[in-house]
């Protein structure tokens, strides 16, 4: 059962890591346009329009 | 109009060199806007960055300082075809986007230290059937308490906010059996896992927290959308000003912009920017946004007219008195501010259940601890089994209960035309009895249209429509308004106070008054109509009258057939004259209806019905309907309304039916019976668990298992709403249709 000292730790690290990278996703504005990001995958950038 | 505007008022700085500006732009269809309008400010000289947010349909652009002015990204956006107009966030919906933001963050919070803890929990469910160690469970359960003590912490704040601020107002809401709740499943858990303990309830506090705070933010993220759409329609209509600088040479700034004391323009066919005092011009202006007057008045040099009249002919010069949220008439300010105190508070359907609820709920824990205590059981036992009451009310399903129904019903009725001011409207409007409406731009367009349509020959009809946009005065732009799309007559010279004259084809024609078409005044006798303009058209020596008059709206009469249909009373309370209300009041067979009524006898006159137990709806567009508006229980406004009157309504319709009311308290009645329906459905389901609870059964996984389940059950209810009668939906992608005349055409 020792091993549970580090891999429990380890497992709240990783979700950790998943919820500081949530709130820096909604920090830079990546919610802002979800609409918006749904069409901009279509835009062919390298096409001139 | 080559003119030089200034928006300096809606810019600011970016970075060291740069300006940023926002647009509420309209048209905004597909991606390939977003595309086209980036590539295409991005090209302009100066512009730094252009970034569209498609959701919004505004864009935001930055350029450096002195490059290219703001007025010229408008007219490449108008060139693109895109109709732009500059935006500043009103402050209510830059705070609803931050509570928004936190609440996100809240959930978050809660979801991370759910998932967690439920994997630890469920660890110790099957340990506790089989082979866990005592060491392993205390291990597990301190690590909840680690995750779970700074999650409550955070994540719990909306809620112990709202209880604090209940409690010091001396009455109790949802949120404070809530905290009480979460707080005590917490301490008991703690205490429990220092007495090394089975059972802790981190996983059901934080759990709780994470249902409700998805409810709440759905609840906030609904009524953003629609602050988004107002304020987009808000800048739509927002007014310029033509300001006479030193120099006396006009130049447009927004409305926004205007000082007391400043000198502006107001030419025919446009609206007054703001409160101000004649200092020159002669004209006739149409107050009816003002007083629901239809008449014209002749403002002398020296008299005050109000923000949001109609100049109808000549050129006025007006010096401002007052701008902004203070252009007011001193007598509705007064009644306002009256009719807003002496509104008696709504308590929310859910308060109202949580009134009932919180001292039963609480009653029962504490016979449950006395009676565990009189028939002997340890006080250790005892305690937990009254905690385990609370946790088990912890009134989830009973919280989620309204708000999920009111997500969806906002949702339907945004899709039907309808943005909620108030977040309690669809309870309120589900329990009126009455409706009052208010006659002109109410019941009646806000423009007025040609009547006698049918009875014009079509050539003579289209000549007219095309002559007309050469003129600015309000008869031609009603003219105008019935041709779209034709071109304009090339030569077009229009003569002040008398009409347009153009030479087609070598034949002479003229769009004006009966006089300045040579026709004598039994042409215009024939044509005598009560309350109607006429204006008429020469093309050669054939010639023909028009009569212009305020029209009722399309679906005037089957919406106030609807409302009888649905056993409400309706009434008339307007500001016009008496024998320009009959005719109206007749059409719609509305048999109560009262003409020239001032704004003190309207207040008055709703009072009077509220006093006889009447829940009345109040349906009204003028500056002189906003203090009813306010005395009502509940109020509605057109889109069309003037903006102290909209910022009064609990809910504001778009476009030119009435449709909407009706939707409105049909979606509402529905929604309300859900609400009910769900609220019943959370008391039976405490029905189940409290005697479950009080026999001290408990475990944490029943718990969750009842909490889970009750929430869900109430949420999938809720949805019943938006399924029914989907098919009459209407979508409505393009808000320009909905939305009238802009309040000033420049």
């Known amino acids: 059962m020792n091993v549970l000292v580090y891999l429990v730790p380890m497992a709240l690290g990783l979700g950790l890591v998943g919820l500081a990278a949530f709130l820096w996703s909604l920090r830079a504005g990546q919610y802002d346009d979800l609409d918006g990001a749904a069409l901009r995958i279509l835009d062919d950038d390298d096409v001139e329009g | ?54 959701t919004n349909r505004r864009a935001t652009v930055v350029w450096r300082k002195d490059a290219i002015a703001p007025t010229d990204i408008i007219a490449a956006l108008k060139n693109m075809g895109y109709d732009a107009y500059p935006f500043v966030a009103k402050r209510d919906e830059d705070e609803e986007t931050r509570e928004a933001a936190q609440l996100l963050k809240c959930l978050a919070a809660a979801g991370f230290a759910a ?59 949802m949120d404070v059996p809530i905290s009480l709740g979460v707080l005590l499943a917490v301490g008991v858990s703690v205490v429990e896992t220092i007495n090394h303990a089975e059972h802790a309830y981190f996983d059901s506090a934080v759990m709780l927290l994470f249902f409700l705070l998805c409810g709440r933010y759905l609840d906030r993220a609904m009524r953003r959308r629609t602050r988004v759409v107002a304020g987009n329609l808000a800048a739509l209509r927002s007014n ?24 502006v323009v107001i030419r025919a066919g446009e609206r007054l920017p703001a409160d101000g005092v004649v200092i020159a011009g002669q004209s006739e202006i149409d107050e009816s946004i003002v007083t629901g007057e239809t008449a014209l008045r002749v403002p002398r040099e020296g008299e005050t007219v109000y923000s949001g009249s109609l100049n109808y002919s000549g050129v006025l010069t007006v010096r401002v008195t007052a701008v902004g949220e203070r252009t007011l008439l001193d007598e509705i300010e007064r009644l306002l501010d009256h009719a807003v105190r002496s509104k008696s508070r709504y308590v929310a359907l859910a308060d109202r259940a949580a009134r009932y609820y919180a001292p039963v709920v609480h009653t029962t824990a504490f ?15 005892a305690v937990l089994a009254a905690v385990a009451v609370l946790i088990i009310t912890c009134p989830c399903a009973l919280a989620l209960a309204v708000p999920a129904v009111q997500v969806v019903a906002a949702g339907r009725l945004f899709r039907a035309g309808v943005i909620l ?32 349509a049918a009875q014009i020959p079509d050539d003579l009809f289209c000549i007219a429509a095309r002559l007309a946009q050469s003129s600015r005065h309000p008869l031609a732009a009603a003219l105008a308004r019935e041709r779209r799309g034709l071109r304009m007559i090339d030569g077009a010279v229009e003569e002040p106070g008398c009409g347009v004259g153009a030479t087609i084809d070598g034949v002479e024609a003229r769009l004006g008054s009966l006089l ?10 024939s044509a005598e109509v009560f309350d109607t303009s006429a204006i008429a058209i020469r093309f050669g020596n054939r010639h023909a009258v028009f009569q212009v008059q305020q029209k009722l709206r399309p679906d005037a009469r089957a919406m106030a057939d609807a409302l009888r249909a649905r056993g409400l009373e309706i009434h ?57 508006l306010a005395q009502a229980n509940v109020s509605m406004s057109p889109i069309s309304a003037a903006e102290l009157t909209q910022a009064q309504a609990d809910a504001v319709f778009l476009g030119e039916r009435l449709a909407p009311v009706v939707e409105a308290i049909d979606l509402a009645r529905a929604a309300r019976r859900l609400m009910v329906q769900n609220l019943s459905l959370a008391v039976l389901y405490n029905a189940v668990a409290v005697p479950i609870a009080v026999a001290g059964l408990v475990t944490p996984l029943i718990a969750a298992l009842a909490m889970s389940g009750s929430s869900l059950l109430v949420t999938v209810n809720a949805l019943r709403l938006g399924l029914r009668a989907r098919d009459r939906q209407r979508p409505r992608a393009n808000m320009q249709e909905a939305v009238p005349q802009p309040m000033v055409a420049t």
Request: charged share 20%; with cysteine.
């Open chain 2, 421 to 452: 001011n108030a977040g309690n409207a669809i309870e309120k409007l589900a329990e009126v009895d009455t409706v009052v409406f208010d006659k002109t731009g109410t019941l009646t367009l806000p423009e007025a249209r040609v009547v006698n």
């Open chain 2, 240 to 263: 310029t000003a033509h300001r006479l600088d030193a120099n006396d040479s006009a130049v447009d700034v927004p409305a926004a912009a205007l000082q007391p004391g400043d000198r």
């Open chain 2, 572 to 628: 008339i309370i307007s500001g016009d004259r008496a024998d320009a209300v009959a005719p109206i009041a007749a059409m719609l067979a509305i048999e109560s209806w009262q003409g020239g009524v001032t704004p003190d006898r309207k207040v008055k006159m709703i009072g009077g019905l509220r006093a006889t137990g009447h829940r009345v709806l109040m349906v009204g567009d003028g500056i002189n309907d906003a203090p009813s």
């Open chain 2, 1 to 54: 109009m080559a003119m030089h505007s200034d928006l300096s008022s809606y810019t600011r700085t970016a970075g060291d060199n740069g300006l940023e500006i926002d647009l509420a732009v309209e048209g905004i269809a597909c991606g390939g806007c977003i595309q086209r309008i980036e590539r295409g400010l991005g090209k302009l000289p100066g512009v730094i960055d252009a970034r569209v947010n498609f």
């Open chain 2, 516 to 525: 300045f078409c040579g026709l004598d005044a039994s042409a215009a006798a």
């Open chain 2, 367 to 381: 016979l449950t601890l006395a009676g565990w205590l009189a028939y002997g059981a340890t006080v250790h036992d």
């Open chain 2, 115 to 173: 998932m967690n803890i439920m994997l630890l929990s469920v660890s110790v469910w099957s340990g506790n059937v089989s082979d866990i160690t005592p060491e392993t469970r205390d291990f597990f359960h301190w690590l909840s308490a680690l995750i779970a003590f700074p999650a409550v912490a955070y994540a719990g704040q909306p809620f112990f906010r709202s209880a604090v601020a209940a409690l010091r107002a001396r009455s109790v809401n």
